[in-house]
């Protein structure tokens, strides 16, 4: 089943941002995790302000990757979806 990106809270955490989507269809909900790793490129470091926007900036590419993953079986016991920097070499 498909996911959608539904109104919630954009959460930064320690390893990344993280923010719900609903599996279409049922009133069942999963947290996407994007870690930072995912937002850098290479090596380097980044201060929040620019990690904030680079996510901001790619939010819908990160809901359909969260969804490719959630329809391939992706996804925790406890219902989230990890996209890392892994993730993005199919993007």
Do not use: C
């Not at 990344?16 to 490129?41: D, H, K, N």
């Not at 380097?44 to 969260?66: D, I, P, V, W």
């Amino acid at each position: 089943m498909p996911l959608q990106r539904i109104k919630g809270e954009i959460v930064r955490e320690n390893y990344g941002f993280a923010f719900p989507m609903r599996i279409l269809g049922s009133s069942q909900t999963l947290r996407v995790i994007v870690a930072e790793e995912a937002l850098l490129l290479g090596d380097r470091t980044a201060a929040e302000e620019e990690l904030q926007a680079e996510f901001e900036s790619h939010l819908s590419s990160f809901e359909s990757l969260a969804a490719e993953k959630y329809d391939l079986g992706h996804v925790t016991d406890d219902g989230i979806v990890f996209i890392t920097a892994g993730d993005l070499v199919s993007l």
